[in-house]
């Protein structure tokens, strides 16, 4: 009898360690998957350390350029062939189906080789150099003068890839005025009539770096603050409702500005659409600078202008740059961000804290 109540007592000890072990099971399992999950992702984050995060921004940016120019390079095309008329009835509709007519629908297209190869190295070096200059500034200056450091840094960034962008907005733009029919055309004769330092001089440089340093400023000050405005707009948003228990726990209602992508083409195409506005005068002179040798100065441009074809002359194009800048920019600021995050390029916050 003692013997057989020892075997029982045996057999459930056995049955308990054996449950036990089986419990353990989906733990240690658990605890495996998260280790290796988490061991994936510090992987991933470490693909691209070794490059500085200034290159990492160009490269995004440059990327990112790549993908807007070609989408909407059609809207740039109209916008130059009306700014280089001095005297046409045609709007921008008619401006496109005239070029349609006399180049066929690659017309729309017109220069997009140069623009893919000179703007993207150019917009690199831009945000590579912003980047940087940020990420310094912000140790140097109080956290409430944020904006100063962005203003400061777009207007280095951008005076430096200004000098870069000067070879490539010449080609381009005379391509789609028509005067040359390829690339290669447009460098022969600039190179045979111009030489190098032609391509930079009468005020071509000088225009570039007036209209892009203004927009740059404008549109990267203004992206900063909308995205703390939004962030903080969403954040309310959704704070009050769940104080008041309008979105119950189990139902996905999220604001559209709460998703990030989403956020990014906002704010992008709004900076965008300001910074497209205030520079566009200067814009027109640059278009007239770099399709003729008619001007040696801005100055000079800029009265001959208002003087010969009045003062809404200024704003030609608008219309149809902003078609083009608008969403353009919400296509850049979008994938911008995704390609930084792709490169592991650290936010704001992150960079900060």
Partial sequence: ?????????????????????????????????KNTK?????????????????????????????????????????KTVQQYQTATNLGPIGTGIDIVKKRGIAGLWSGIGVTVIGSSPSVAIYFGVYSSCKKRLS???????????????????????????VPYEVFKQRIQAGQHLSTWEAVSYSWKNEGLIGLFGGGKLTSQIFRDVPYAIVTLVSYEILQSLLTKLVYDIETSRKINRII????????????????????GSAAGGLGTLVTTPMDVIKTRMMTSNRYSSVVEASLDIAKKEGLGTFFV?????????????????????????????????????
């Fill in 1 to 33: 009898m003692f013997r057989v109540l020892c075997i029982f007592v045996l057999l459930l000890a056995s049955q308990s360690v054996t449950a036990k072990v089986v419990r353990s099971i989906p733990a240690a399992t658990s605890a495996l998957n």
């Fill in 38 to 78: 988490k061991s994936t992702e510090l992987s991933k984050s470490r693909r691209f350390s070794f490059l500085p995060d200034g290159l990492k921004s160009g490269i995004a940016s440059g990327l990112a350029a790549i993908v807007a120019k070609v989408i909407l390079q059609p809207f740039d095309t109209i």
């Fill in 139 to 165: 140790l140097m200056f109080p956290s409430n003068m944020k904006y100063v450091v962005v203003a400061l840094s777009a207007m280095i960034g951008n005076t430096i890839a200004s000098v870069f962008r």
């Fill in 248 to 267: 119950d726990k189990n139902e996905n209602d999220k604001s559209i500005f709460e998703t990030k992508k989403v956020k990014d083409a906002v704010c």
């Fill in 317 to 353: 194009g608008t219309i149809h740059r902003l078609a083009h800048k608008i969403p353009a920019n919400g296509i850049f600021f979008l994938c911008y961000e995704l390609f930084k995050t792709m490169l592991d390029v650290p936010s704001d916050v992150e960079a900060n804290g």
